[in-house]
């Protein structure tokens, strides 16, 4: 028997270990739904959420994480966590309640690696300064789900895409952990077809809430919240804007008062609640304690003027530089760099069916932190000029 038949029957009796010893309510892998199907995948001994995990892994969206914002921006703070950190932080969590709970760690850890991958620079300040821009444009609402979605299906490897499974890229649309949910079910049965309806629906109208249609999606939108709320506390108090001491008494009581109690609390209420059940739940009391510490943070730490001072001056940035870059695309200047760092080798099937302004916003998008400043000193703050013009 050559190698290669010695692997595929590997992965048979890897996908046939799965029925065995993963919950009844678990999606397995050899039920992955892809658009298109590859030789190598099919020939291949990995298994598709496994393929998945690597493929996100190992895209340029995926590095630029190591430098974007979570919530505190310019401020100098190597302790401070950034989008990368919480990012490992979702996937190690989600992959313990899953294997808690019996459900395909592959897949959860597929979803976690690529939930944030389509955030823009300065977090959701910059999400939403993105957003006013786009709908001004007349393309709709930014909703950094639905971006990675996109960057992953449409935009990485110069508009080929990875060809992900439906059910990791679904995960990804469906993540929003600031939406508060008590009990989360899967909405099951769903298509390529239909995510793109529900893409469209939610850049039209920014308060709809889209369930994952898998469990394994439930649970890392459950741990997306898990892995925030107390760490942005740990951080808060690490600057100096709250004290341990400001903290909720009833939250205290309830979950702790450190992020390690909060997330082993959530933790532990989240899987004993959902043990044998086809949707994760929080008890009634820990997800009321749960909602009231988010109202605190948003309160006490998201809101606080002294994490916002900087903010004017980002939003001004955002407006100049997408009507730099789409004036550049209007005027044909192939010397931009959204033309020469962008769209430069992008698939005509990219160049032909995306809007000028729609371009603008994947670039911005993709943009780090720190290469969003750099764009805009070069281009918005005047320089000095030779003497001998």
Avoid at 4 to 30: G, I
Avoid at 132 to 155: D, K, M, P, T, Y
Wanted: contains cysteine.
């Amino acid at each position: 028997m050559d190698k290669t038949v010695r692997l595929k029957n590997l992965k048979t009796e890897l996908d046939r270990k799965e029925e065995e010893r993963l919950s009844p309510f678990a999606c397995l892998s050899r039920n992955a739904l892809r658009k298109a199907d590859e030789e190598m995948i099919l020939a291949g001994h990995r298994q598709n959420f496994s393929l998945d995990a690597d493929r996100i892994l190992h895209s340029l969206a995926y590095s630029r994480y190591i430098d974007k914002t979570q919530v505190f921006y310019l401020i100098k703070n190597d302790h401070i966590t950034h989008r990368v950190l919480h990012v490992q932080l979702v996937s190690k969590v989600s992959r313990t309640i899953g294997r808690l709970l019996g459900l395909n760690e592959d897949l959860i850890e597929a979803i976690a690696l690529g939930h944030d991958i389509g955030h823009p620079p300065f977090g959701h300040d910059g999400e939403r300064f993105l957003s006013e821009l786009c709908r001004a444009s007349g393309i709709g609402c930014f909703f950094h789900n639905i971006q990675g979605v996109r960057f992953l299906e449409q935009i990485e490897r110069k508009g080929r895409g990875w060809n992900l499974t439906l059910q990791v890229l679904d995960g990804i649309l469906c993540h929003n952990g600031e939406v508060h949910s008590r009990i989360l079910s899967p909405d099951r049965g769903k298509t390529f077809e239909r995510m793109d309806r529900e893409m469209h629906d939610q850049e039209n109208d920014p308060m709809r809430d889209i369930p994952p249609m898998t469990l394994e999606g439930c649970v890392v939108r459950m741990a997306d919240t898990i892995s925030y709320v107390g760490r942005d506390i740990e951080d808060a108090i690490r600057l100096g804007l709250i004290t341990r001491e400001d903290i909720p008494d009833h939250c205290r009581q309830v979950m702790g008062d450190t992020n390690g109690t909060i997330v082993y609390t959530l933790v532990e209420d989240l899987v004993s609640c959902s043990l044998g059940k086809d949707h994760v739940s929080f008890s009634e009391e820990v997800s009321q304690a749960l909602a009231r510490l988010k109202a605190f943070n948003r309160e006490r730490i998201y809101m606080d003027l002294r994490v916002k001072k900087q903010t004017p001056k980002i939003k001004l940035m955002f407006q100049l530089l997408f009507e730099k870059y789409l004036r550049d695309l209007e005027t044909g200047n192939h010397d931009s760099d959204i033309d020469k760092e962008f769209l430069a080798g992008m698939s005509p099937d990219y160049r032909n069916h995306t809007s000028k302004a729609a371009v603008v916003r994947d670039f911005i998008a993709g943009m780090t932190d720190e290469y969003f400043l750099t764009q805009c000193h070069k281009h918005l703050i005047p320089q000095w000029i030779s003497t001998s013009l």
